[in-house]
């Protein structure tokens, strides 16, 4: 298996710039997450999906969009990409029901500048 | 949202020593997990520790639920052990919505 891969590993982009980050997992988890994490933070939820055709807004959605048409993938669009949204972003992945959820698996990371 | 407090935010250790993280919630917390993110970036997950205790080699991790925190012990720590330690709860009925703290830098030198 190779867990959960993100594409690309580094991109830098002008202001007003779009781009997709792409996620993809292997495991057949249902649940996926799209996470930012900023210098010396702690990661913050920007959306996640509990399934295809499911996504849910996190923390700090504004700016970005998602979408989950398989099970397998969960693209995180940016539109007009801004300085704020200089950051590393991980992708993740977990087996989830009504009982509880298990351990999230995260992705090696997308490092995202914008300048 | 829930406050997650972590401490102490930065830990340098010789080889061989051991150590505690703590990790402290605001509120209420389900599907607690510890997670290590080593030098290159990369999160990896230790433990899924909703409650009791957990023993992987040399961690261990206790939560205490009814009284909003985990602990995470590390023995006999390793050069390799470095990175940031981080915990993360939610809250259950809002599926997804993992909370994480800012983490414990952790430096073990040899």
């Known amino acids: 298996n190779a867990g959960v891969t993100q594409t690309p590993k580094f991109r830098i982009l002008k202001i007003g710039q779009s781009m997709t980050l792409q996620c993809a997992q292997d495991m057949n988890h249902n649940y996926m997450y799209w996470y930012r994490q900023d210098p010396g933070m702690g990661l913050k939820l920007i959306y996640y999906s509990v399934g295809a055709g499911i996504t849910d807004k996190g923390e700090v959605p504004n700016g970005y969009n998602v979408s989950r048409s398989t099970t397998e993938d969960f693209p995180l669009r940016l539109e007009l990409a801004a300085p704020s949204q200089t950051s590393v972003y991980f992708c993740?992945?977990?087996?989830?029901?009504?009982?509880?959820?298990?351990?999230?698996?995260f992705g090696p990371g997308t490092r995202l500048l914008v300048l | 949202g829930i406050q997650v407090e972590q401490s102490p935010p930065d830990l340098i250790l010789q080889e061989g020593a051991n150590s505690t993280l703590r990790c402290n919630f605001s509120d209420s917390v389900n599907n607690l997990q510890w997670f290590h993110q080593n030098p290159w970036g990369q999160l990896i997950n230790l433990f899924y520790?909703?409650?009791g205790t957990k023993q992987n080699g040399r961690l261990s991790a206790t939560t205490v639920a009814t009284e909003r925190y985990s602990l995470l012990y590390i023995s006999s720590s390793q050069t390799t052990d470095s990175g940031v330690y981080f915990c993360a709860g939610d809250r259950g009925s809002t599926l997804g919505r993992l909370y994480f703290g800012r983490g414990t830098q952790l430096t073990v030198w040899p």
């Open positions: 520790i909703p409650s």
């Open positions: 993740a992945s977990s087996y989830g029901t009504r009982l509880g959820r298990e351990t999230q698996y």
